[in-house]
């Protein structure tokens, strides 16, 4: 029986994966997944045969590794971050009804709500909600809906694809979700191409982060209303009461 | 001038670790921590010399390495999971203003909400929201509001501390929340010592997670309305249309 393991690498460069990561990559004989993802492992294992397929063919993607265990490969598919957050873990299972019997494993990775918070210091210290702004897939009311239960509940949010090319203002629209709830002066940070070429992140106030320009390489934070700026990092206190 | 890492190093297991968090405790001189983390590693580095305090000390624990950061000495500050998700990460932010600049690094790490995940299955693959069942430091009534929060927009949930000795009851009030929202059908399910000696997973429906006897070891899941119970695994689709 073939097997498929989707791979969280966390962030991009190698020093971001897990010993467990490398060593499914090392087993498998074929690596799937976005050709973007693929180069940031490739060089590591030169000698692995490639099944990319470009963005947004997730389905496709996931059906070819799908039909390629199927066939008794061992196939890993690489994901950004975590396999299970916003990765292709949902949908290998969802697919997998539909294919003869494969195994299938999850190897976690270390997502961007990480990532990039231990950037910015520590902005989801205590309680946090992940929303992601794009609805491509999911109704904007439902985001909204998600936005205000998340502000009025004093959660840290980490809001990912918190842009595209033709949703250019949707984290202005979530940042006057939040506004109804939260202070202007609500502590936020943006992180940009976090583990990769280009890294920064910045630090500002919720009414700030809502005149930024943000795109799909951005991840963005909002603490809760204990969280403070420090010597320009987010530091969210682990509780109501103090040290 | 010294440095602090804050370290995490995911569920337990030396496979779980990035190379990044190794190369920070190859680096550093001094390996804190509680001392049930610090066992986890300190075979890998026995020539180490380590600062290991009991649980619930964690203010004491922080306010020592920070000393011996400001003594000049490399410090490694060692977490389970990511030490940015309820780790230690806030709190020696918040203590450092009190002691003379030290560099303080925070190398992320799996958190238990995606390595918990793994081995469910794809239970947190839409939007979710993490919240910590312990009242230690934060009043009931704000975890009850968070409760209904993520249930009424239908987040995708992961319980942290679900119990202690002193809190035996605390899922099942959770769960009697949640369930004023989603059907007692709503998929869940439970991960015990994940990445350690005994690591088990348990799906299940809301309603019986409800009398689920848990403890501290233990992380819970909730999915969202659309997650389903697939062949023992939770699946919760990528989005609220069809594949």
Known sequence: MGKIYLVGIGPGKKQGMTLQALAALEECDLLAGYTGYIELVREQFPQKQLLATPMRQETERCRQALEQAAAGHTVAMVCSGDAGVYGMAGLVYELSI???????????????????AALLGAPLAHDF?????????????????????????????CLYNPASKKRVDYLQRACDILLQYRSP??????VRQIGREGESAQ????EALREMQVDMFTTVFVGNS?????????????GYRNV
């Open 98 to 116: 539909q294919f003869p019997p494969v195994e299938i494993e999850v190897v976690p990775g270390v997502t961007a709500a990480c990532s990039g």
């Open 129 to 157: 909600a992940v929303i992601s702004l794009s609805d491509l897939l999911t109704p904007w009311e439902l985001i909204a809906q998600r936005l205000k239960a998340a502000a009025s509940a004093d959660f840290c949010i």
């Open 185 to 190: 002066e609500n502590a936020a940070g943006i």
């Open 203 to 206: 630090v500002m106030t919720l």
């Open 226 to 238: 204990q969280t403070k700026i420090q010597d320009g990092k987010l530091v969210t206190p682990r």
